[in-house]
Structures are given as C-alpha cells and as structure tokens.
C-alpha cells in the first residue's frame, strides 16, 4: 500500500504518521516511497546509500536471515525494529504501510519467490539482475505483479548512469554512422565457496551474473533484439570451484540491421567490464562501462575526438535508480526496465547456454 496525501494526512492526525508513513520529499511534500530491503548483503550495500540521496525514496524495512545486522542496519538508517522482518514472517510486510516496495538483493534463484511473495504482499518490486534463473520464474514473476496491479523493475543500473546514457545517444544520434560491429566482455577471478558457484543458487556461472552486462549493452547500444546467437562455454581450472558451474562463456549475436557482436565472460580472470562500438564514420568505447564508478567514455568519429571520466562517484547509479523507479510509481509510469526487459535477457541467456550445450 502506497500512502497517498489524505491517508498521510489521518495518520498524522491520529499521531501514527512518524511510525508508519514515509517523510515528505521537502520540495514536493509527496510522500517518500519506502523500501523494504530483502538480503542485506553486498549490493544492498550500495543501494541504501544511494536511496538515503534520493529526493523520493527512503528506507523503511528490512528483511534478513540475521537479526542482529539487521538490528545493526536498521539503526543506520532510522528503521524501527518492529519493521525487520525475517524470510518466514515477510508476509507480515502487506500490513506495513511505510513500505510501498520492495528491492530483492537475494541470490538469483530467490529473485521470483521473494518477488512473487512481495507483489502479493500489495508492493511494488524493484528485482536485482539476473531477474530470475529460468523463463518461466520470470513469466511468472510478471504474471503475479500484474495480477497484483504492483509495478515490477529489474535493476539494470546501467540504463540510469550518464556514460552508458551518453553512448546510446551518440550511436542513436547517428555520431558514428551505422553501427557493424561490437565487442563487450566482463567478468572477475571468483574465490571459492561463493553462492555464485552453486548452480541451485545462482543458476548459472559469469553468463547470468556479469556476461548479462555485455548482453544487455549489446540490446541498449544498437535498440535491437539478436536474431541469432552461437555460443561456447569451457571450463579451464580444475581447482573444485566450476564443478557445477561454467567457468568461460563467450557468444555472438547477430542483429536484424546486421550488426555483429561478439562477448565474453568468465569467472576465471578479472576483466574489466567494457563494450567498444564501430560504425561506418567511428568508434565508441566505454572501459570502464559497467563498474559503480570510473566510467570513461572515448570516441572518435567524424573529426571528433572525446575523452571523458564521469566524475560521479558510487553510490551515484543507485540514486538514480531508485528515483526512477520511486517516480514511477508516484505518477502511475512504466518504469524503462520493467520485468519484460529481464525477461527478454531470461531467453537470450537460455540461447545462448543451449547453443554453448549447457542445461540450466
Ligand atoms: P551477497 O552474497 O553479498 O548477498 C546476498 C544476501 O542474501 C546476503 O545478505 C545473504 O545473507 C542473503 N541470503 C539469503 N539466503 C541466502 C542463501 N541461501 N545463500 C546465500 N545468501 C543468502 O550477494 P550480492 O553480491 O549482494 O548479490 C545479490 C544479488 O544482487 C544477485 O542477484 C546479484 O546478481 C545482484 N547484484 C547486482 C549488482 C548490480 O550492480 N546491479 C551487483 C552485484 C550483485
């Protein structure tokens, strides 16, 4: 349940505002939409900073596994203790009126459980990447918050960032001419015992995690739909972490104009997340493209030359993320990364996987 003006309004009359309704944004008076965050672990970690900057957003639940963090967080972030809640008492949340949505920052293969769960729940769900491990947990994902009339985001950071924005608009602009090719990759040397690596949890290897990047750019640089996908996958260290898990994926993509593009991704070295873009009067390259901060965007095309460092620093994305997403649901719109979008990443993966001859 979102608080509108007049139910503020009772609340504040009857005393109960400052416990159960979101503070005012200063400059709108329009209630703040609250989240209750769901996984309190490292990306968490960079989403709450990022709300407490927003004009539109604040945090007003928690739901972990861990009490005593969450008692830890709560405090940080003024949440009062009757509003953490655990994975077996979350559904107690559709009771809670300062919690119009909810961010889940769970392993992959919790994203359509706690969803589904949310949305049922009467709140909006703004789902971490991948959305889910399988097509159908994502359709079913979007089944449920439509019945629900709740609106669903994936947390595709990058569509909120400026460097990653810029470079859209350059190629759609037609800066470069038309576009051919596109190399993208990313990925990280993974320690051991991450729930990464458990094919139950994670769904996948670096494909689901951080090679979802490079797709996903691929999609947002050319505003095409591959057409066509080939894939490999390998696993080249022995050494217990990718015995359930693929260690290299790398896969080409072709798009309807003809556009070519070929990624990597691996759990085997740390690379740095980029795409390079070349068209018929130049080229684009974002490295890096997909970190929180330290985006450099260079160019060359027509007699232009760019070099430019975004200055913004983490937790920056975060911020306009949720502002997004926040003003959405205040003004009844269509958030940009809606569940179709991860959906539409769900089947590409599943391609891409079964074209690599892997079974997820
Ligand atoms: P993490 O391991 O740091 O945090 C996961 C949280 O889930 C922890 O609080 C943990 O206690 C909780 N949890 C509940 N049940 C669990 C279980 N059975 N096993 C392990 N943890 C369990 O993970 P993270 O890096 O924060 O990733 C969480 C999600 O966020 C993933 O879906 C990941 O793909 C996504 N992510 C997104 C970005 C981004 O930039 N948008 C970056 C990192 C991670």
Redesign the pocket.
């Known amino acids: 349940m979102i608080l509108n003006r007049r139910e503020f309004a009772r609340l504040a009359a009857l005393g109960l505002a400052a416990r159960f309704a979101p503070a005012l944004n200063a400059q709108t008076q329009e209630p703040k939409i609250g989240y209750a965050v769901i996984?309190?672990?490292?990306?968490?970690g960079h989403f709450m900073p990022g709300v407490l900057s927003t004009t539109n957003s604040q945090i007003t639940a928690l739901v972990?596994?861990?009490r005593d963090k969450a008692v830890r967080i709560a405090a940080e972030y003024g949440v009062p203790q009757s509003s953490i809640y655990n994975y077996d008492n979350f559904d107690e949340i559709a009771r809670n009126p300062a919690v119009g949505a909810v961010y889940v920052?769970?392993?992959?293969s919790?994203?359509a459980e706690y969803a589904i769960r949310a949305a049922k729940a009467g709140k909006h769900v703004l789902c971490?990447?991948?959305m889910s491990t399988n097509v159908a947990e994502a359709e079913a994902m979007i089944a449920a918050c439509k019945a629900a009339n709740v609106k669903l985001m994936i947390?595709y950071?990058c569509h909120y960032e400026p460097t990653n924005l810029k470079a859209i608009r350059l190629i759609r602009d037609g800066a470069l001419g038309k576009v051919q090719a596109i190399e993208s990759a990313n990925g990280f040397n993974i320690a051991p015992r991450e729930?990464r690596l458990n094919k139950k949890?994670a769904g996948g290897g670096p494909l689901f995690?951080v090679g979802i990047y490079s797709l996903n750019a691929c999609r947002y640089l050319t505003g095409e739909e591959p057409s066509q996908i080939s894939a490999y996958a390998s696993v080249i260290d022995r050494d217990g972490r990718f015995n359930q898990v693929e260690e290299n994926v790398s896969w080409t993509m072709k798009f309807p104009s003809g556009i070519v593009a070929s990624c990597n991704t691996t759990y085997g070295a740390n690379m740095t997340g980029f795409y390079r873009v070349h068209g018929s009067k130049g080229w684009l390259d974002a490295n890096p493209a997909f970190y929180y901060d330290g985006l450099r965007l260079r160019a060359e095309f027509s007699g232009t030359q760019l070099d430019e460092l975004n200055p913004a620093r983490d937790p920056s994305h975060f911020v306009l993320q949720a502002e997004h997403f926040s003003h959405c649901i205040q003004n009844g719109l269509e958030p940009k990364t809606p569940g179709e979008e991860g959906l539409r990443d769900m089947r590409y993966i599943t391609e891409i996987y079964r074209s690599a001859g892997i079974s997820i």
Do not use: V
Request: glycine share 14%; proline share 9%.
């Open positions: 996984g309190l672990g490292r990306i968490a972990s596994g861990h920052a769970l392993p992959n919790m994203h971490e990447k991948p947390a950071r729930w949890l995690d």
